[in-house]
């Protein structure tokens, strides 16, 4: 990464926290001993008569998360969340929210983009979303700038890769079951050729899933090796690989 000078405000972006989500836990290595760390962690929870939750140390991952962010992200920084920050049920999403709590970053410097685990939350959620966060919304725009502060970059924000991407016949490294779900397509962006677009949503661990020179990065935790990543990496180390338009 892109190394900063202490003091240095920074705009940061990571998505798909999934908090209190022990399936997504357990498939990041946080599973029990004896227990898988794939699919089949279901059907072992079932024939052991144990609710998944008890089966994945779903807690440690949430503790990791919420202590890599805090490594990066200071109290004068911005933090970008696109989404998924748990698994869309009343009691995840209150786990959730204590975590948000436990950010350094102030919540007027915390900025959410909603994902496919929010988007039909009730107005109650929204509300306990929005009393953590200084701005959420289904989709964004800002500017990121390079290490020195210079060379401004106008990005998109949405949980979701670009619409055209859903239709991909390979997922090109995602991990999400439901990355193409077309149901989800309808709530994308259109692709645009001069603008660079950061999303999450399909788990992938290639941060340019979707080809080099698409547009777009996945600024997702499992893309970026469980840590957040700053503005100034992506436009010092990242933009030129992903973007259409040679400047």
Not at 57 to 64: C, L, Q, V
Not at 139 to 146: A, K, L, M, P, Q
Request: aromatic residues 8%.
């Amino acid at each position: 990464m892109v190394n900063l000078e202490k003091g240095d405000a920074m705009k940061w972006f990571t998505s798909d926290l999934h908090f209190a989500h022990p399936f997504v836990a357990a498939l990041r290595g946080y599973a029990l001993p004896g227990y898988a760390r794939d699919e089949s962690i279901k059907q072992q929870a079932e024939h052991d008569g144990r609710q998944l939750k008890d089966c994945v140390d779903w807690r440690k991952h949430d503790a990791d998360i919420i202590r890599t962010i805090n490594t990066y992200v200071g109290k004068e920084d911005e933090l970008y969340i696109l989404g998924d920050i748990s698994s869309g049920s009343t009691w995840s999403v209150d786990q959730a929210i204590m975590r948000i709590q436990n950010l350094q970053v102030p919540c007027k410097r915390r900025h959410l983009i909603l994902g496919n685990h929010e988007m039909h939350s009730s107005s109650r959620t929204l509300e306990k979303l929005a009393s953590v966060f200084g701005e959420v919304g289904r989709v964004g725009i800002t500017e990121i700038r390079d290490g020195w502060g210079n060379n401004p970059h106008t990005v998109f924000l949405s949980h979701f890769q670009w619409r055209e991407d859903f239709t991909q016949s390979n997922p090109l490294g995602a991990v999400s079951t439901n990355w193409n779900a077309p149901e989800l397509a309808e709530c994308a962006l259109p692709r645009m050729n001069n603008t660079l677009l950061l999303h999450g949503h399909t788990h992938a661990h290639d941060p340019l899933e979707f080809g080099r020179h698409h547009n777009e990065i996945n600024v997702g935790l499992d893309a970026w090796h469980f840590e957040p990543v700053n503005e100034a990496e992506l436009v010092d180390n990242w933009l030129h690989t992903a973007s259409s338009v040679t400047e």
